[in-house]
């Protein structure tokens, strides 16, 4: 079981960058689906989940209007379009799968870099 982050880099404030977890191992059309993200000397904070079907999203107010998380199902890939970067929006962003929708998440990424500075 694998899950593997990619899209990560050095953008500047206000732009973009999209963030894809590909996963291996496990369907991932049965889980929900988060991303995550950790700054140096701050804990890990949830910022985007997905429902299984896609149809529910949820996102932490710090990132609202700017992410959107999706998933294709078909590609066992999950997403995460960042938009209107900050610096602020710094961080390792992880990707974690919930198997059981019981907010436990068995399943985690290594990680991707993201690095909003000018």
């Keep these: 079981v694998q899950l593997v982050e990619s899209g ?3 953008v500047q404030p206000g732009g973009s960058l ?19 993200r950790q700054a140096p000397g701050k804990e890990r904070e949830l910022v985007a989940s997905i429902r299984i079907t896609g149809a529910i999203t949820n996102y ?5 209007g700017r992410f959107t998380i999706s998933r294709d199902n078909a590609k066992n890939t999950v997403f995460l379009q960042m938009n209107s970067l900050k610096p602020e929006d710094t961080a390792v962003y992880y990707c974690g799968a919930d198997r059981w929708g019981n907010a436990v998440y068995e399943y985690w990424g290594q990680g991707t870099q993201v690095t909003v500075s000018s």
């Design 8 to 10: 990560g880099g050095l």
């Design 18 to 36: 999209r963030l894809s977890c590909a996963a291996s191992g496990f369907a991932l059309s049965r889980s929900v689906m988060s991303w995550f």
């Design 60 to 64: 932490a107010d710090s990132v609202k």
